[in-house]
């Protein structure tokens, strides 16, 4: 807790009252004081600007078409349309007792001939009723393990577990569940902020029970999203992989025991059931046993400890993709979890209808939220990665996640959280990577979840960061800021204080950026570069800008020295922006800083990071204004030089060379524009920047995301199917800063066209490698 101590003056400065209540130590007595309400506030008032929003912002479509855009004739098959998929979050009773309906959530198959029905848990098994339980917040306060001394403070690992000594699980899913009270008190702990108690139940059984193992490896997943630190990765990875190993050896210890029986069998023919589900979203379903089958026949499944642990083991897997793909990273993962996950689906499905005799309701939880993530996380990946990770011959179905994950979150069992924490990751996250395509979809049924969320964990300081990027979706940065405010107070003292206040203080920092605030947003870099969070060298480059934006430009030049001795990132996305960094700022000391006017480097990070979307007209037409004043300094510098050569012949100086910066500013400023929806406006400048693009040979970045501003602009012309052909050209281009970044948001695009029915149009492509000439016209490559 000492560096979270060192914080403090800093939280000061971010504008944090102090409470006067506040505890130390590293675990508060939130039980004893009610529970905070900042959630429900702030969905209130985020419900209050999308309406307002509504009334303000009238959906109009500027008319035309963007034949001007030299790239591709215009097709005239625009009025194709779907309707949009329901993506809202059906509201539950959020108490755990209440009885769940017997219905089934029906989802067609990719092919369309299919009806799969997704597995419902919390049908009350045929013998008696389900077991009743406490709610946690009302369960035994002694059960949460009260010795605090004989657990580490705030780090988190798994040690002296000896896998020779791992013993079966021979539980029934009725004393499975009864045995896992504990894991849902502490699950609810742990999305109440109070972190220690989560981690301490965690810790009471995780050295041979692999749920209480996962739970450990879960906090440490969400330390290491949060953080981006490669530390707390790699940690969060050792715990999940020891936490497999422990789910293997538990696999192993049933398996064993059971040599001859239907286990070993099983084991060695599942595979065929994984083959024959190619083409489909889910595992191929064996034919459903009865209750006469059972009977009658004798037919015996694989025990409820072993579908357990391949779960548990299935889950470790997912987490440590998603860490790994965060670090652009792409790895088997995937493939294992998918392959445990099926196990257990299809042993769910054969059991039938008496499912509930042989499985525990948690395990089919888990099946559900696996499923559903695996499939909303391949959705989101560019289609030249995806070839690679879905070689073993199923496809990515987002709706059939959508759905699998509604149904783990409706029923209130120990993953729910997570489940909503994964729609709202893809809800707020993928629609911030794309928002021009995706706002209008997602920000209603984020706000959805939140609203459900807000039920059950009232004060969470991990639903509040979300409330704080939905705020943003719906343009109410003030409102975006104050939530990351409430979260960070709100985790103070506790275990995640130094990880929330530092992810939150990005986001907030952004907020500034995007608001013309420099000097709070310089503030918050400063900090965030001193703390060594995420990239120091971005931070203080990002300083340095801000600096340069209020008038500080000696300063500013004094941070940029600085920031070559701070590079030494080592996963690969992290290190491609510091690679950006060092080439901006090695490209101004060329000129000895003079050109640095004509440079907006700070509107260049928000363009790059497609954050005009979120900014109101009012500040998109100052930031317009700031690119109008640095072409200008281009304009003038040129007629200084061309001077020059009216009058010497043959002079030294150079010919001007200012094709990077105009290009680049010519960029932000249609981005802009696209913004405030003057897409016929941004036309000329795109096709500067295509007619010039073998002119523009640093910041090559340029072309590609021009032509991703070209398909927005044809977009909002209602010309979707010149989107495709632009956006489809952008994907072309190979080996320039910020690429993968790009192809995620040209995948969710065009996927969002798939959905629409707007056609392939492939005679209509640009083939980027014919045309080198200045003009691309009639909508071939020539």
């Given at each position: 807790?000492?560096?979270?101590?060192?914080?403090?003056?800093?939280?000061?400065?971010?504008?944090?009252?102090?409470?006067?209540?506040?505890?130390?130590?590293?675990?508060?007595?939130?039980?004893?004081?009610?529970?905070?309400?900042?959630?429900?506030?702030?969905?209130?008032?985020?419900?209050?600007?999308?309406?307002?929003?509504?009334?303000?912002?009238?959906?109009t479509i500027q008319t035309g078409n963007a034949e001007e855009l030299h790239s591709g004739e215009v097709s005239s098959d625009d009025g194709l349309s779907s309707a949009t998929p329901d993506t809202s979050v059906k509201s539950s009773h959020p108490q755990d007792d209440e009885q769940p309906t017997n219905e089934d959530t029906t989802y067609e198959g990719p092919s369309g001939h299919d009806n799969i029905t997704p597995p419902t848990p919390g049908l009350p098994p045929t013998p008696g009723?389900?077991?009743?339980?406490?709610?946690?917040?009302?369960?035994?306060?002694?059960?949460?393990?009260?010795?605090?001394?004989?657990?580490?403070?705030?780090?988190?690992?798994?040690?002296?577990?000896?896998?020779?000594?791992?013993?079966?699980?021979?539980?029934?899913?009725?004393?499975?569940?009864?045995?896992?009270?504990?894991?849902?008190?502490?699950?609810?702990?742990?999305?109440?902020?109070?972190?220690?108690?989560?981690?301490?139940?965690?810790?009471?059984?995780?050295?041979?029970?692999?749920?209480?193992?996962?739970?450990?490896?879960?906090?440490?997943?969400?330390?290491?999203?949060?953080?981006?630190?490669?530390?707390?990765?790699?940690?969060?990875?050792?715990?999940?992989?020891?936490?497999?190993?422990?789910?293997?050896?538990?696999?192993?210890?049933?398996?064993?025991?059971?040599?001859?029986?239907?286990?070993?069998?099983?084991?060695?023919?599942?595979?065929?059931?994984?083959?024959?589900?190619?083409?489909?979203?889910?595992?191929?379903?064996?034919?459903?046993?009865?209750?006469?089958?059972?009977?009658?026949?004798?037919?015996?499944?694989?025990?409820?400890?072993?579908?357990?642990?391949?779960?548990?083991?299935?889950?470790?897997?997912?987490?440590?993709?998603?860490?790994?793909?965060?670090?652009?990273?792409?790895?088997?993962?995937?493939?294992?979890?998918?392959?445990?996950?099926?196990?257990?689906?299809?042993?769910?499905?054969?059991?039938?209808?008496?499912?509930?005799?042989?499985?525990?309701?948690?395990?089919?939880?888990?099946?559900?939220?696996?499923?559903?993530?695996?499939?909303?996380?391949?959705?989101?990946?560019?289609?030249?990665?995806?070839?690679?990770?879905?070689?073993?011959?199923?496809?990515?179905?987002?709706?059939?996640?959508?759905?699998?994950?509604?149904?783990?979150?409706?029923?209130?069992?120990?993953?729910?959280?997570?489940?909503?924490?994964?729609?709202?990751?893809?809800?707020?996250?993928?629609?911030?990577?794309?928002?021009?395509?995706?706002?209008?979809?997602?920000?209603?049924?984020?706000?959805?979840?939140?609203?459900?969320?807000?039920?059950?964990?009232?004060?969470?300081?991990?639903?509040?960061?979300?409330?704080?990027?939905?705020?943003?979706?719906?343009?109410?940065?003030?409102?975006?800021?104050?939530?990351?405010?409430?979260?960070?107070?709100?985790?103070?003292?506790?275990?995640?204080?130094?990880?929330?206040?530092?992810?939150?203080?990005?986001?907030?920092?952004?907020?500034?950026?995007?608001?013309?605030?420099?000097?709070?947003?310089?503030?918050?870099?400063?900090?965030?570069?001193?703390?060594?969070?995420?990239?120091?060298?971005?931070?203080?480059?990002?300083?340095?800008?801000?600096?340069?934006?209020?008038?500080?430009?000696?300063?500013?030049?004094?941070?940029?020295?600085?920031?070559?001795?701070?590079?030494?990132?080592?996963?690969?996305?992290?290190?491609?922006?510091?690679?950006?960094?060092?080439?901006?700022?090695?490209?101004?000391?060329?000129?000895?800083?003079?050109?640095?006017?004509?440079?907006?480097?700070?509107?260049?990070?928000?363009?790059?990071?497609?954050?005009?979307?979120?900014?109101?007209?009012?500040l998109l037409e100052q930031s317009l204004e700031l690119v109008d004043r640095s072409l200008g300094y281009i304009v003038e510098a040129e007629k200084q030089e061309y001077s020059i050569r009216t009058r010497e012949l043959l002079p030294e100086t150079p010919p001007p060379q200012y094709f990077d910066q105009r290009g680049a500013l010519l960029l932000i400023k249609a981005s802009l524009l696209n913004a405030m929806g003057r897409f016929k406006d941004t036309i000329i400048h795109l096709n500067w920047i295509i007619d010039h693009k073998e002119r523009i040979t640093v910041d090559k970045w340029v072309v590609p995301f021009a032509f991703w501003e070209a398909g927005v602009t044809s977009w909002g012309l209602d010309n979707k199917a010149r989107?495709?052909?632009?956006?489809?050209?952008?994907?072309?281009?190979?080996?320039?800063?910020?690429?993968?970044?790009?192809?995620?948001?040209?995948?969710?695009?065009?996927?969002?066209?798939?959905?629409?029915?707007?056609?392939?149009?492939?005679?209509?492509?640009?083939?980027?490698?014919?045309?080198?000439?200045?003009?691309?016209?009639?909508?071939?490559?020539?």
């Amino acid at each position: 807790m000492e560096k979270a101590n060192d914080l403090e003056q800093t939280v000061a400065t971010l504008k944090i009252s102090q409470h006067s209540d506040d505890h130390t130590g590293s675990e508060t007595s939130d039980d004893e004081k009610p529970a905070a309400r900042e959630l429900g506030l702030v969905i209130a008032a985020l419900q209050n600007t999308v309406k307002e929003n509504e009334v303000k912002q009238p959906l109009t479509i500027q008319t035309g078409n963007a034949e001007e855009l030299h790239s591709g004739e215009v097709s005239s098959d625009d009025g194709l349309s779907s309707a949009t998929p329901d993506t809202s979050v059906k509201s539950s009773h959020p108490q755990d007792d209440e009885q769940p309906t017997n219905e089934d959530t029906t989802y067609e198959g990719p092919s369309g001939h299919d009806n799969i029905t997704p597995p419902t848990p919390g049908l009350p098994p045929t013998p008696g009723l389900p077991p009743t339980r406490e709610h946690p917040e009302i369960a035994r306060q002694s059960d949460d393990v009260a010795d605090i001394d004989n657990y580490s403070a705030n780090l988190i690992a798994l040690n002296a577990i000896d896998l020779k000594e791992v013993t079966p699980n021979t539980l029934s899913p009725r004393e499975q569940e009864r045995a896992d009270e504990p894991v849902l008190r502490a699950v609810h702990h742990l999305f109440n902020n109070r972190f220690m108690k989560a981690k301490r139940l965690f810790e009471s059984e995780s050295h041979r029970d692999p749920l209480y193992a996962l739970g450990l490896g879960s906090m440490a997943f969400l330390k290491a999203v949060m953080t981006t630190n490669d530390q707390a990765t790699k940690n969060a990875i050792d715990v999940l992989t020891t936490t497999y190993g422990l789910t293997t050896a538990q696999i192993d210890a049933a398996t064993k025991k059971s040599v001859g029986d239907s286990v070993v069998q099983y084991f060695t023919s599942y595979y065929n059931y994984i083959k024959d589900s190619r083409g489909t979203g889910l595992p191929a379903s064996p034919r459903p046993a009865t209750q006469k089958d059972v009977d009658e026949h004798k037919i015996t499944f694989v025990p409820n400890g072993i579908l357990r642990a391949h779960v548990a083991k299935a889950e470790c897997c997912l987490q440590i993709a998603i860490l790994q793909l965060l670090q652009e990273n792409v790895m088997g993962y995937i493939k294992c979890a998918y392959t445990s996950y099926s196990l257990v689906w299809q042993e769910y499905k054969r059991m039938g209808q008496v499912h509930n005799d042989f499985i525990d309701r948690e395990t089919i939880s888990g099946i559900q939220f696996g499923i559903g993530a695996v499939h909303l996380v391949l959705s989101t990946l560019p289609q030249k990665i995806l070839r690679i990770v879905s070689a073993f011959g199923w496809k990515a179905d987002k709706h059939l996640g959508f759905a699998l994950l509604k149904l783990c979150l409706e029923e209130r069992r120990i993953r729910s959280p997570m489940a909503s924490l994964m729609l709202l990751a893809y809800y707020t996250v993928l629609t911030s990577i794309c928002p021009q395509v995706l706002v209008d979809e997602y920000t209603q049924p984020a706000i959805e979840t939140l609203l459900d969320a807000q039920r059950t964990y009232p004060n969470s300081a991990f639903f509040l960061y979300f409330a704080g990027r939905t705020s943003r979706l719906a343009r109410n940065l003030t409102l975006s800021s104050q939530s990351f405010l409430y979260a960070i107070e709100i985790s103070k003292n506790e275990w995640a204080e130094v990880e929330v206040l530092q992810l939150c203080s990005y986001e907030m920092g952004l907020n500034y950026m995007m608001q013309h605030e420099w000097e709070e947003a310089a503030k918050i870099f400063d900090m965030l570069c001193k703390e060594r969070y995420w990239s120091p060298a971005v931070f203080r480059y990002l300083f340095g800008v801000c600096l340069d934006m209020a008038g500080q430009r000696t300063e500013a030049i004094l941070a940029y020295a600085d920031v070559p001795q701070l590079v030494g990132a080592k996963n690969s996305s992290t290190a491609m922006m510091e690679q950006y960094v060092l080439r901006k700022i090695a490209s101004l000391e060329a000129s000895g800083f003079q050109d640095i006017d004509m440079t907006l480097c700070a509107l260049e990070y928000l363009c790059l990071a497609n954050l005009f979307e979120f900014m109101d007209n009012g500040l998109l037409e100052q930031s317009l204004e700031l690119v109008d004043r640095s072409l200008g300094y281009i304009v003038e510098a040129e007629k200084q030089e061309y001077s020059i050569r009216t009058r010497e012949l043959l002079p030294e100086t150079p010919p001007p060379q200012y094709f990077d910066q105009r290009g680049a500013l010519l960029l932000i400023k249609a981005s802009l524009l696209n913004a405030m929806g003057r897409f016929k406006d941004t036309i000329i400048h795109l096709n500067w920047i295509i007619d010039h693009k073998e002119r523009i040979t640093v910041d090559k970045w340029v072309v590609p995301f021009a032509f991703w501003e070209a398909g927005v602009t044809s977009w909002g012309l209602d010309n979707k199917a010149r989107s495709r052909v632009f956006w489809e050209t952008a994907l072309k281009y190979t080996k320039y800063d910020f690429e993968y970044r790009l192809a995620v948001r040209l995948n969710l695009a065009m996927t969002r066209l798939d959905e629409l029915g707007i056609p392939h149009e492939p005679t209509k492509t640009l083939d980027t490698q014919q045309v080198d000439g200045t003009r691309v016209n009639s909508g071939s490559a020539s």
